[in-house]
């Protein structure tokens, strides 16, 4: 299958640092992304990993462990413009993504 | 910037009429996809195309046909709509090449009844 689990929801502090992680199933498999969705918003990319170790870019870094079937997304600095649902996005073959369920992130004052 | 535009944000039709959502990307790129979001149900690829006149069939097509006569446009057609089909429709673009980031439009709220 092309399942993903990642956690429904998330509730941390400004100033915090969160994770936020995904395990998928491997078949067919060539990376992982991070999509950022505000409520009524559109769904924006993020990060992409096709090969083992971390990502950064700004507060934001995702990870990938292509071994274990699992990545994670890492913000810091936490502000309450976070606050949003983020999807891990499966790539499999012929550039198909498949969407995790979303994790809501709620970042309190 | 990249801009992807979707018909409407907003739409109520009947069970039963044909509905037609058109998307269109001035980016000039080759992948265009259609999802569907639900609530706790994450997105969920309905149709996406390669290139014009090419259509693959993604999750869950049943319902709906695609139409792409034009690189930039890329149209979602429910032949008879249902009450089941009520959603949030979400249209992107993508590069041939690339990280695999997909560019959303603002999306189309559906309600059939």
């Known amino acids: 299958g092309q399942s993903l689990e990642q956690p429904s929801e998330v509730t941390a502090v400004e100033g915090a640092i969160v994770q936020i992680n995904c395990t998928y199933q491997t078949s067919g498999f060539y990376g992982l992304s991070w999509y950022q969705q505000h409520d009524g918003g559109a769904p924006t990319f993020l990060s992409y990993n096709a090969l083992d170790g971390l990502e950064e870019t700004g507060r934001f870094s995702s990870f990938l462990s292509r071994s274990d079937s699992y990545g994670y997304l890492l913000l810091q600095e936490l502000q309450m413009k976070d606050s949003a649902s983020y999807f891990c996005?499966?790539?499999?073959?012929?550039?198909?993504?498949?969407f995790g369920s979303g994790t809501q992130l709620t970042v309190l004052p | 910037d990249v801009k992807v535009t979707q018909s409407s944000r907003y739409l109520v039709k009947r069970t039963g009429e044909k509905v037609f959502l058109e998307c269109v990307q001035d980016m000039d790129h080759e992948n265009m996809f259609w999802y569907r979001q639900d609530p706790g149900l994450g997105l969920r690829l309905i149709y996406f195309?390669?290139?014009?006149?090419?259509?693959e069939k993604g999750d869950i097509p049943e319902g709906y046909s695609v139409s792409r006569e034009k690189k930039e446009r890329f149209s979602l057609i429910l032949e008879s709509a249902s009450t089941n089909q009520t959603s949030m429709y979400l249209c992107a673009s993508s590069d041939l090449a690339g990280e695999d980031e997909q560019y959303f439009g603002p999306g189309t709220r559906l309600t059939v009844t």
């Open positions: 195309s390669y290139d014009v006149k090419m259509k």
């Open positions: 996005v499966r790539s499999g073959s012929a550039r198909q993504l498949t």
